[in-house]
């Protein structure tokens, strides 16, 4: 058999072969979600707003003319001078089951990295935690929801396989409405914090929309602030996304806890599209993949949930609950079958059991992984 030729794919037509791979490798799995070709053009475009902090580099793996993997490298200024790291992000990965060919992208990838002058990788993340990330290694057989990773089996004997050691693991829960709810001593305890901590829930003005985006995504921001590998997303970033995920909002599922007109919590949640993207096989609008898009967001019974946080200075005062219970009514009163809390950091046992003693089944872990490189 003819050995791995690793090639760069940072130039249009190697980039659509780039953008190819994962179709190629994934594409006769029904339950794999196709990404949408424009979203993935977009994250790797130099106008795309990280590019003001972001260097990366991409390759594909390719075998008797045929590609069969690819991964990309990066650099974030921003969240190494944050972190007072020297870290380079390792993802976009995908290989056939072979220790091989997937050797041979993490060889250049790494080498790239230390070129760059990082000391540590950390991976797969495409490319940061703002973005997607983390290799799934428990709670495979369902499609992955919206902004979240999936790959088959066989991917963590790779990264094992390859050197790479664990350094974080993150957890999804799961809320089914046919199978979570709040017994009568529970409610009665949240009403008694409900009434003790003066808070009341206030949700999205989509009429004001780009200006609650600031204010949602700065209370975000806040409450994140100490959580590991975080860094606060740039607003050019911010607005970018926002732009993306607008057609997608239901103003009941952005919702903010208040005191006084304070904000002390915040819930970020969007509809599941990635159910709509089962049906768009190609990855692409056209000429047919914009018909279940259009016509079938305001059916949607799946929610993520992106975020849930506490602000920092009031985390004493037992709001979770009220935040996560805001979640479980939700299911309920708006017809909504299932959400998915994630991500939670596996070391966040406080958020974790709170997730828990609310209903939530922890479903899926996805891992990442460090690799020196001094």
């Not at 053009?41 to 260097?55: M, N, V």
């Not at 190609?282 to 898009?293: A, D, Y």
């Not at 985390?315 to 979640?327: K, N």
Request: hydrophobic share 40%; aromatic share 10%; with cysteine.
């Amino acid at each position: 058999m003819a050995g791995t030729e690793v090639r760069p794919a940072n130039k249009l037509l190697a980039k659509r072969v780039f953008v190819d791979v994962p179709f190629r490798l994934h594409g006769g799995d029904p339950n794999w979600v196709p990404p949408l070709r424009l979203s993935v053009y977009d994250r790797l475009s130099r106008r795309h707003p990280a590019s003001a902090h972001q260097r990366w580099s991409l390759w594909t793996a390719h075998r008797d003319g045929k590609a069969v993997g690819r991964i990309g490298a990066c650099i974030d200024s921003l969240f190494n001078e944050r972190q007072g790291e020297a870290w380079a992000w390792v993802g976009f990965f995908d290989s056939v089951d072979d220790s091989e060919v997937a050797g041979s992208l993490f060889e250049v990838a790494l080498d790239w990295s230390r070129r760059q002058g990082a000391q540590v990788a950390v991976g797969p993340a495409n490319f940061t935690t703002n973005d997607e990330l983390g290799l799934l290694v428990e709670g495979f057989g369902t499609p992955a929801v919206l902004l979240t990773l999936e790959n088959p089996p066989y991917y963590e004997a790779l990264w094992v396989g390859g050197g790479w050691d664990q350094v974080m693991d993150l957890y999804g829960y799961q809320f089914r409405r046919d199978t979570t709810d709040l017994s009568e001593r529970q409610r009665r305890t949240l009403e008694r914090l409900r009434e003790r901590s003066k808070v009341q829930v206030r949700e999205l003005n989509m009429a004001d929309f780009d200006a609650e985006v600031g204010r949602f995504f700065e209370l975000y921001n806040t409450t994140w602030q100490h959580n590991w590998g975080f860094v606060p997303m740039p607003e050019a970033e911010l607005r970018h996304l926002a732009k993306q995920l607008k057609t997608l909002v239901n103003p009941r599922w952005i919702f903010a806890l208040e005191r006084d007109g304070d904000p002390v919590a915040v819930c970020i949640a969007v509809p599941d599209a990635n159910q709509l993207m089962l049906k768009v096989r190609s990855g692409r609008l056209f000429p047919t993949g914009w018909v279940p898009l259009l016509f079938g967001v305001k059916k949607l019974k799946h929610i993520r949930v992106i975020a849930l946080g506490v602000r920092p200075d009031v985390q004493s005062a037992g709001l979770g609950p009220l935040l996560y219970s805001e979640v479980v009514d939700r299911l309920y009163s708006d017809g909504a079958e299932v959400a998915e809390a994630s991500w939670t950091l596996a070391t966040n046992s406080r958020i974790n059991k709170q997730l828990e003693d609310m209903g939530g089944r922890r479903y899926k872990v996805w891992r990442l992984y460090k690799k020196n490189l001094t």
